[in-house]
């Protein structure tokens, strides 16, 4: 039978009580989904409304589509909005009380069991006691989908990698026929290689949100070679803010530092010129650090100087610069920071002041943090790999002659973007040379 895309329009509306999709993105996979044909691959990021690309299928597809998600809290929010809704949904969890368990088997086993979403936990699939289930289940072809959420925990590349993942391979083998959807929010290109591989999805369609933003301006400053950073970072931040002309744009910037005490001298250094700036870290009292994000969400202070421990879950719109004083560990954390810039759409900066002695810090401390943990159990794991890898791609980002947002895009996947004058070498490859040669003749002297 055909679904139409009135019936899936029409399914959107009453039970899950939207109007319309979330995007264009989010109706492709849907209908990609339903389709049932091909194994897809999704990446959208949190928040882009993923959860609603297997449900929706889920309740239009005969049978009951099995979903892996990592952890039960994550599971019961999801289980308790489809019982909201109406849409039978439950969870099979070592939390579950027996006599639920027992309904939940009984429906599993009759002829034709209500449930539409059945939500487990990677470390139960395995267990003695759901695995004739499934296979019964299996053999009655009574599977709509196989579910695969936070699918970048299959892999030792992420950084939440759960062994518990790996078994999903062998699950997805003794599901033949069974459409595989897998999705995830963040994933490097090796990430995605490393699912599509795991979980064996043959010849995905792959939906994923372009990493790019053309109004985020990329730019790489050697900070070695400025007589005064201070000074240099004053001037970037008056241009970014525009107050230099007068106007007062509500506009305000957050500069990244590793260290408490470079957010302190950092902070210290831009008031003394003239721009009001707090610094931000975990050393302060709470209440200090409170008062730092409050007034820059108010706009009473301009620029925030913090660790990265600030920004998560703050969504200000109006950020014109994202400045890092120091490397982050990571070229997909970088991103990650850098876009917390522009949420608006409107123009602003991303800079990374860039040096080299800065780099070997980073460079000694990531790898002392690597060698104490494998002191403790001897051996190079993957996941350690990870991490020098991708602090080498930060550092190459740095040091690269190329345009920085197709370093980034690449990186994520994705094709290769416009980036129409959007970074410092796509605007001026001569100046990023220069700036190259004279860091190279700096750090060889
Ligand atoms: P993700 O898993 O991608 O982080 P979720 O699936 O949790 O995102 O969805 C985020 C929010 O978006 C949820 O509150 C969800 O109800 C909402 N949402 C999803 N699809 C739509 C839609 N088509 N219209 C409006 N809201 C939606
Ligand atoms: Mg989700
Ligand atoms: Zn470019």
Redesign the pocket.
Known sequence: MMTTTTTITQALKMHFGFDNFRSKIQEDVVKAVVKGDKDVFVCMPTGAGKSLCYQLPAVLAPGIALVISPLIALIQDQVDHLKSLNIPACSINSKLPAGERRLIFADLGSSSPKLKLLYITPEMVASPSFKPCLTDLCTRGLLSYLVVDEAHCVSQWGHDFRPDYLKLGKLRARMPGVPCLALTATAPKNVQEDIVLSLTLRTPLSFITPVFRSNLH?DVIFREMLPNPFVHLHAFIQQSLALDSGSKGQGCGIVYCRTRDSCESVAHQLTKLGVSAKPYHAGLKTGDRTESQNEWMQGKVLVIVATISFGMGVDKANVRFVAHWNLAKSLASYYQESGRAGRDGLPSSCRIYYSAKDKEQLNFLIRKEISRKQGKRGSLKETDKATITDFDAMVAYCVQEA????TISKFFGNKTPN?A???????NPKLVRAQLEKGSSLSTK
Do not use: L
């Open positions: 990329y345009c920085r947002h197709t980036c004058g959007a970074c410092d070498f796509c605007r």
